[in-house]
């Protein structure tokens, strides 16, 4: 696991390129890779490219990057794993390339010059980024894994195409120019993360999961031209139209690709260990670990004060059962809090998962002893694992027997009707439903009205996913006013699928991956997860939804699989999540941190947020009218990451260009 970062310009490099920036560049990414240092350029093409390294493969000298192919035509900074690196490396040997070192980044330049970029990549089982400079032809490839593991952002500043792993590297760059995108913003309210491929700053956006970027200069501009490799769309439209599978059929298939994922995934020459929560997902690549090696598994897990929230006592008696050797702490409220100053540096862009929390405090804790840690996460998405699929399925079914006219005319109602004069007219109903008060069942309602206008189930459900609506007016001088929805429908796939595929195209890499992949780096840990192997993931979508979901219960394959080496009293229990209490926080402990950050005449100063939207629903929170922890996490995660990064502050909006980001040219 490594970092990387880069700059390609229309003109030569200057002495302050090569001996300010690109070593600035590198330095601001140590943390992703505290080993070794790489610096490389070419004067006259204009292109320098950096490279921290997290050894992990080929520890030796014979790893070290930027590095060269063998035709010198190729030079590439690459961070993550390529998991069949071996099988790879016998075909290519087969085909009379020698290889100097052991790396599996030889590996991946050898395929390149053989196959091309998008005949290697598609080759490749594993998880990427990486930056490409092809000497002959004079272009530049930025390429990223299929889910999104690896991040990777890029944009064109000034005269120069900036690229790195983390926003921190690009800011480096003397070129760099930090304009807040408020459509970015209003969206990362409403999701908790800002969605590909948009960033936080006008201009810079991120490489898409399953795409590689290819940029050249042409007519002194920059060129671009994005590729698909690889669409889990398609694959899921493949395999609703496959004959189904039975249940004997769905065990073997799935059972058979997650024991090869996790052998490939244990090869490493550092220590090996895995994230323990007890739960259905962990405890399952734990078990196939178990059985993959005759050497003692190490498995880490936290805990918490607060009962609600522990799941380390079920952790311990998963690690019990399959002999591992476990390391458990308890931490405190005190030491979760401690964390949340240093978020908007380990994170970068405003990131609304209060997870992020205990990710980072399992992962400090893991890197006490390895440097590799296996995880269980993707299960929800591949194997339908969220409670809220069934909610959704049984609330859509209940409102589509209303008309389609009746249910928009009542939408649009509501939507016109200022919030004083909603409040009235719930006057009668607040009695009733007295969590919420008249100003909070007014502001529900209002937020939850455009459910009433979805046309299926997958807009239902994405609707109900939001926090704060675009259309709000939270975020000043957006002007976003309807989702960004870039996921394509699918027609074959079931209503099940089409959630599932949602949250894989968008949950899983833009919230999941990212909080993961961050609280895993700040701390040097290499994460893997074999759930995302694509045979994992190809298998899971052949899987029936009817086989999937059981009796109210998402990842009946998972948990049955499971049942081959846990006993039933381990699995059968209901399901926690990894979250922290961070409603009773915001109205004790952080409640003197977050009336600093949202106090209405600094909101109005800043300019960002309406000052009066933020106190109403800060109001009603710490009132106990209604919870609205998660909306005002949004918040407070944008304004603490503004208080960290002071210069991200502009004085007039300026409409962001999407031209560039994912093609034609800039």
Known sequence: MCGIAGFFTKLPLTPEHINGDLPRMAASLVHRGPDDEGLWHDAQAGIALCHRRLAIIDLSATGHQPMHS???????????????????????????????????????LAAIEVWGVQGAIERCKGMFAFALWDRRDRRLYLARDRFGEKPLYYGVCGDALLFASELKSLRQHTLWSDRIDRNALALMMQRDFVPAPLS??????????????????????????????????????????????????????????????????????????????????????????????????????????????????????????????????????QECLNVIEHLP??????????????????????????????????????????????????????LKRWPTSMRAGASALLDRLPLSALEIAVTPAAFIWTRYGKEGLADRMQDHSSRWRAQSLRDFYRIGLRRWPVSSQLVVGRTLQDDHDIIPHLTAADGMKQMMHLDTCEYLSDDILVKVDRAAMAVSLETRIPMLDPDVARAAWRVPSSILLRDGRGK???????????????????????????????????????????????????????????????????????????????????????????????????????????????
Request: net charge neutral; glycine share 8%; proline share 4%.
């Open 70 to 108: 063998a035709s010198s035509r190729y030079t590439i900074v690459y961070n993550g794993e390529i998991y069949n690196y071996q099988e790879l490396r016998k075909e290519l040997a087969s085909r009379q390339c020698a290889f100097v070192g052991g790396s599996d980044t030889e590996v991946l």
């Open 200 to 333: 936080i700053f006008q201009g810079i956006g991120k490489v898409m999961p399953g795409c590689f970027v290819s940029i050249q200069v042409r007519a002194d501009r920059f060129e671009m031209q994005e590729q698909r490799y690889w669409d889990a769309g398609a694959l899921i439209e493949e395999a609703a139209n496959a004959a189904p599978l039975d249940e004997a059929q769905s065990l073997d298939l799935v059972g058979a690709a997650l024991g090869r994922s996790i052998e490939r995934q244990m090869v490493a020459d550092v220590p090996v260990g895995a994230f323990l929560s007890g739960g259905t997902d962990s405890s399952l690549i734990v078990a196939l670990m178990r059985k993959a090696t005759s050497r003692q598994v190490r498995t880490f897990s936290i805990g918490f004060q607060e009962e609600a929230y522990n799941e380390a006592p079920f952790a311990r008696a998963v690690s019990k059962h399959l002999g591992t050797r476990h390391t458990e702490a308890i931490v405190t409220p």
């Open 345 to 398: 540096r380990i994170y970068d862009e405003p990131f609304g998962d209060s997870s992020q929390i205990p990710t980072y405090l399992v992962c400090k804790l893991a890197r006490e002893a390895v440097t590799v840690c296996l995880s269980g996460d993707a299960g929800d998405e591949l194997f339908a694992g969220y409670g809220r699929y069934r909610i959704a399925l049984a609330r859509w079914n209940s």
């Open 556 to 666: 009946w394959v998972l948990r049955e699989l499971l049942r081959r080496h846990l006993p039933n009293e381990l699995i059968d229990r209901p399901k926690k999540g990894f979250a922290v209490p961070i409603a009773r926080w915001l109205r004790a402990e952080l409640r003197p941190w977050a009336n600093e950050l949202l106090e209405p005449d600094r909101l109005r100063r800043e300019g960002f947020l309406d000052a009066a939207t933020v106190q109403r629903r800060w109001r009603q929170h710490l009132s106990g009218q209604a919870d609205w922890s998660q909306h005002l996490w949004n918040v407070l995660a944008f304004q603490s990451w503004l208080e960290h990064w002071p210069s991200a502050q502009d004085e007039v909006y300026v409409q962001p260009r999407r031209v560039g980001l994912c093609s034609g040219v800039e």
